[in-house]
């Protein structure tokens, strides 16, 4: 990248005010791919074209997913907040062509002997023993105590783990999604007990995902599969507590969906929906890196150039819905998952799926009258460039 080009920051107190304001002045000045500036002075191109990130992800041996590649890795801080996702280990997610193919393949079978009847029953267990908590209160906070527990303790569950490492281990991957130092030390707690599971299950295996992978006759290394299990655990829980907990903020804001959460169950497959294409939990996607020089959305993209993937603004993208919100909403056609063969695999959309509807579903049940406690407006998002999701969600309801 030119380094004379002047970058965009993305990051920091007015990023994080309205991102949204800030994908659509990148658009109007650059077009739909746009010079920006990541924590730590990083550079990297922007991709908020709706067709120009399809071209990206579809086109695997222009844009590679190997970090490898990167021409910049010299100018990346010790410290940096993101490397967690970038740093080139050994990783089957991470590899690109036939190596992708043949071990990535293996870790997306994996995820597909999830028994989703199994997990929706955990998932029920699981959110009645977080609503106890806080039932006979009156008031909770929905984002600290329930959305950002569920999907972790869903998938404690099925990598095996016991419930004791829970809480830790929420907190960790909680943070390896935000900005600054400790994202970097929590990433690094959170691999090696992935590595202890792993050494655990190859002495001692059992009838499991990981246990699956430990034993696969692909032959993957322990630290192989500790990075895969991290990166599959970050992506579940990170995004599956943002995809509920923007849609219950949906739910309890909007008079459309419900009066409170008493409006039912038909409304939380289409506010799910709706999230997906108006706040989807991964609005930046860090990312791909070009193979070669290359000519995207106007602008020259260099061999080994970082491409961020703006999936928030790739779905509000005014080529694709000129006439603005309306109608849009109710397909599937959003980003929200990416697309292409490292897209998120077909098999964890039905996990996220299955513990967000439960989840939701089981608090309608428990605690129908549900309202907001604060005014909408008042409602703050965490300071992340890669997700959309809130801080807290403060709700009132009847004490029992
Ligand atoms: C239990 C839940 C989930 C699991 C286990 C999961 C797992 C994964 C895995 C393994 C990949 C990498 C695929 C590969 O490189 O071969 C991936 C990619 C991805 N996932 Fe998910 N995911 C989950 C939920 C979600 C949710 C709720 C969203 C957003 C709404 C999401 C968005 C993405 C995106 C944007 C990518 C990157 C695709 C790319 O590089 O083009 N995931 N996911």
Redesign the pocket.
């Known amino acids: 990248m030119d380094p004379q080009v002047r970058a965009t920051p993305f990051f920091g107190e007015r990023f994080h005010r309205d991102p949204a304001a800030v994908y659509r002045r990148l658009r109007h000045d650059h077009g739909p791919v746009a010079p920006v500036q990541l924590e730590g002075g990083v550079t990297a191109w922007c991709v908020l074209g709706y067709r120009e990130v399809h071209h990206v992800?579809g086109n695997p041996e222009l844009f590679s997913?190997d970090p490898r590649r990167w021409n910049r890795w010299h100018r990346v801080p010790e410290c940096w907040s993101l490397r967690p996702y970038v740093e080139p280990r050994p990783s089957?997610?991470?590899s690109d062509g036939e190596d992708?193919r043949a071990r990535?393949h293996v870790?997306?079978e994996a995820?597909a002997t999830v028994d989703l009847v199994e997990l929706a029953a955990a998932v029920e267990r699981i959110s009645d023993t977080l609503i106890d908590r806080f039932a006979a209160r009156g008031s909770a906070d929905l984002v600290v105590e329930y959305t950002h527990q569920v999907?972790l303790l869903?998938?404690a569950q099925v990598y095996g783990l016991p419930d004791d490492d829970a809480p830790m281990l929420t907190h960790d991957v909680a943070l390896t999604g935000q900005e600054g130092e400790e994202a970097v030390r929590a990433h690094e707690r959170t691999v090696a007990r992935m590595l202890r599971l792993v050494r655990e299950r190859r002495e001692d295996p059992a009838e499991d995902l990981v246990s699956n992978l430990v034993q696969h006759p692909v032959g993957f290394a322990d630290e192989e599969v500790a990075t895969?299990l991290f990166?599959?655990?970050g992506?579940?829980?990170l995004?599956?507590s943002?995809?509920m907990g923007n849609a219950l903020r949906l739910m309890l804001t909007e008079p459309r969906f419900a009066l409170g959460l008493a409006g039912g169950r038909s409304s939380v497959a289409h506010a799910l929906n709706e999230v997906?294409w108006e706040d989807?939990?991964?609005q930046n996607?860090v990312?791909?890196w070009a193979t070669r020089d290359v000519q995207l959305g106007g602008q020259t993209v260099r061999r080994g150039d970082l491409l961020v993937?703006c999936?928030a603004a790739a779905n509000a993208d005014p080529q694709v819905r000129p006439r603005g919100h309306e109608g849009a909403t109710g397909n599937h056609a959003h980003?929200?998952?990416?697309?292409?063969?490292?897209?998120?695999?077909h098999?964890?959309?039905e996990?996220?799926r299955t513990?967000?509807t439960t989840g939701i579903e089981v608090l309608l049940d428990r605690l129908p009258d549900t309202t907001l406690d604060v005014e909408p407006g008042d409602l703050t998002w965490r300071p992340s460039v890669l997700m959309r999701g809130l801080t807290s969600l403060p709700v009132t309801f009847s004490p029992h």
């Open positions: 992800v997913r089957a997610l991470l992708h990535g870790v997306r995820l999907p869903a998938m895969d990166l599959v655990l992506r579940a829980h995004t599956t943002d995809w997906l989807t939990p991964t996607h990312g791909r993937l999936l980003l929200a998952f990416s697309h292409g063969e490292h897209g998120c695999p098999a964890a959309q996990i996220a513990i967000t």
